[in-house]
């Protein structure tokens, strides 16, 4: 089974700050829904078996939005809410996403943050592949807005990234540093059982980087693909989704 997780349990609150309202985020839209960042990412997980929605802050809100705009798909979309969204990060959004895809047998999962405009060609090479995957994008890595990884000098895999927006820190010499595409294939169910039986319950109350650095960590660099997108922007504010809708017509 192929299972697409999307993550979309956070409080947009920088999002709701530059449009001045309260609003979630992967609703909003402009002219039409499928302008949205749920529906589009739901487009691009059209070939997957199952794809699992987490939600959080105004979950009623995203569940009758599934329920209303895609009536023809709920057999597929199984919803889980998070409970704590306010209390822990996006790794607990991960571990409720990943119990119910090990609950339905999973083979592959593909995770996918929920706030993101990537184009259609890349994101079916990663989900497509026959092999883990991790994701780059091209944008300049800030602290103010990235997610970052870099290589340390045995070519292990380091996420970074800072809740406050202030600095990223590498703590000693490095290959390379990439900004992160924020979408993660893993392709062996033994492995993610692996990783998954190693982790405490602290360690899935920080971000969902804990989890994607040990997975990958266990890897050299040439068992895996690093797929850079073409088009990507993480929409933060919403002069970031009006900058995506032109990049990223699907």
């Not at 999973?106 to 405009?117: I, S």
């Not at 290589?151 to 202030?166: A, F, T, W």
Request: with cysteine; net charge neutral.
């Amino acid at each position: 089974m192929r299972v697409l997780l999307i993550a979309a349990a956070g409080m947009s609150s920088r999002f709701e700050r530059s449009l001045g309202r309260p609003c979630l985020k992967c609703l909003y839209y402009e002219r039409s829904f499928s302008e949205s960042l749920l529906s589009r990412m739901l487009r691009l997980g059209g070939d997957f078996d199952r794809c699992i929605l987490v939600g959080g802050w105004r979950f009623p809100e995203l569940r009758e939005a599934v329920e209303r705009h895609f009536p023809d798909r709920l057999d597929r979309i199984v919803m889980v809410e998070n409970r704590e969204y306010a209390r822990y990060g996006t790794g607990w959004s991960l571990f409720l996403g990943l119990r119910k895809a090990l609950e339905l047998g999973a083979q592959e999962v593909v995770l996918a943050e929920g706030d993101l405009f990537v184009d259609r060609e890349s994101f079916e090479r990663a989900a497509r592949s026959g092999r883990d995957v991790i994701t780059s994008s091209r944008e300049p890595v800030l602290a103010r807005s990235s997610v970052a990884f870099y290589y340390d000098m045995q070519g292990k895999i380091h996420y970074l990234y800072d809740p406050e927006h202030r600095a990223l820190e590498i703590s000693g010499p490095f290959l390379g540093i990439f900004s992160s595409g924020q979408v993660w294939k893993f392709a062996s169910p033994r492995r993610l059982r692996q990783v998954w039986d190693g982790m405490s319950p602290s360690d899935w109350q920080g971000t969902n980087l804990v989890f994607a650095e040990r997975y990958f960590q266990g890897l050299a660099p040439e068992e895996y693909e690093n797929i850079s997108f073409e088009a990507w922007v993480n929409c933060n504010t919403v002069q970031d989704f009006r900058r995506g809708q032109k990049l990223c017509l699907l």
